[in-house]
């Protein structure tokens, strides 16, 4: 599959310019623009993902633990795989390879509905991955792209609980919300991640600035992006100036609370909806919080309960937000963007579980199965 992407790069960025040339004539927006535009290095990452999933181990057959009972019955719980899988996604043509691989590895068969900004590159892509599924004897209906973009064509497939056993949707809010909504079988939810960066007073200000514009510009229209940040009341006049002129020399809008706006005038001030919003953009929304116990209940009121970091020098301190602070990642002195498979060092993923049974956060080939008992017996009844 690795080789037959690097094989067909022409034809993938030729399908792909024509879904980036009809984006842009429809106005999408630059980071939702650069998640979909596909070139020479993205093809050459999307191969070398594939390739990192080749060498994880196997999950399907893992004996997790193995006991004895006192009457001499040997129970096992091994991983086996979830069946097949569905996917519904937005315009991220590298969706479509990585899942690919990801539901092949861990035993599944895989059915890959994306949006319809993507729809000639998800389709070029998916043939080229059946092509190489049938050259190496893998059933090639184990990986299928949906080609209809016809909305009452994802609404029945969202029915199909006799066909598909989970549903995992990756994608903005109403996406997600649409998906667990009408879907009749299991729904793994995959995060917005309307992600917070926390800053103590007892901060370092030259080591917080840099890791506050690395959350927020290296590439803002990931879900583990930073879009918003607080402060403390103590440390706001000296710490926000510098910050915000970090932020805004690499292009960021700065949207800010009433006591933000005082110190920061020329912001825009933030509604209420602003607090919930995933930007997904060269946005950021700042708030001047009393403390620690005012940062936490911000997080766990507005946030999506994806990732979310503290930075301050004490232990005590810290300790606390990464135990109070109800996310899927939470982090003491280092940037949002590291909750990602690849970072982890969980190889590929299939995205980030915001949700709290069966996985949460990065989801590899490992999240991708469940477990049934084996049960090894000497001709036993039960007394």
């Not at 649409?178 to 995959?190: D, F, Q």
């Not at 926390?198 to 290296?218: G, S, T």
């Not at 937000?321 to 498979?341: H, K, Q």
């Amino acid at each position: 599959m690795a080789k037959a992407l690097e094989s067909h790069a022409p034809q993938i960025l030729a399908a792909n310019k024509k879904d980036v040339d009809a984006a842009k004539a429809r106005g999408l927006k630059t980071a939702l623009l650069e998640r979909l535009t596909l070139d020479k290095r993205k093809i050459e990452t999307m191969s070398k993902c594939l390739r990192e999933v080749t060498g994880l181990p196997d999950p399907v057959g893992e004996v997790i633990r193995t006991w004895t009972r006192p009457n001499g019955i040997v129970i096992a719980q091994v991983r086996v795989p979830l069946g097949v899988v569905g996917i519904v996604y937005e315009s991220r043509p590298d969706v479509t390879s990585d899942s690919a691989a990801i539901c092949l590895k861990s035993g599944n068969a895989v059915i890959l509905r994306g949006g319809s900004d993507a729809i000639n590159s998800n389709v070029e892509i998916g043939e080229i991955l059946r092509s190489a599924l049938k050259r190496s004897g893998v059933p090639i209906d184990a990986v299928q792209v949906v080609k209809s973009t016809e909305r009452s064509v994802v609404e029945e497939f969202m029915q199909m609980r006799q066909y598909v056993d989970v549903l995992i949707p990756r994608g903005g809010a109403d996406l997600i919300r649409a998906v667990v909504e009408k879907a009749r079988m299991p729904v793994i939810e995959t995060g917005t991640g309307n992600c917070h960066i926390y800053v103590e007073e007892d901060a370092d200000f030259e080591k917080a600035i840099p890791i506050i514009v690395n959350a927020k510009v290296q590439r803002p229209g990931a879900c583990n992006a930073a879009e918003k940040l607080l402060v403390n009341a103590k440390i706001a006049e000296k710490f926000l100036p510098r910050a915000v002129k970090a932020l805004r020399a690499e292009g960021v809008q700065i949207r800010a609370d009433m006591q933000t706006l005082k110190i920061v005038p020329d912001a825009i001030q933030a509604t209420e909806e602003d607090w919930y919003t995933e930007y997904l953009d060269l946005t950021i929304a700042v708030r001047i919080v009393k403390g620690i116990d005012d940062a936490i209940a911000h997080i766990n009121k507005y946030g999506s309960k994806h990732s979310d970091a503290i930075l301050t020098s004490s232990f005590d301190k810290a300790q606390r937000f990464l135990r109070e602070v109800d996310s899927a990642a939470v982090y003491w002195n280092a940037s949002t963007r590291f909750t990602d498979g690849n970072q982890f060092g969980l190889g590929a993923e299939i995205g980030i579980s915001t949700q709290k049974f069966h996985a949460r956060g990065p989801m590899s080939v490992q999240h991708l199965t469940s477990t049934k008992y084996v049960v090894v017996g000497n001709w036993h009844s039960r007394a």
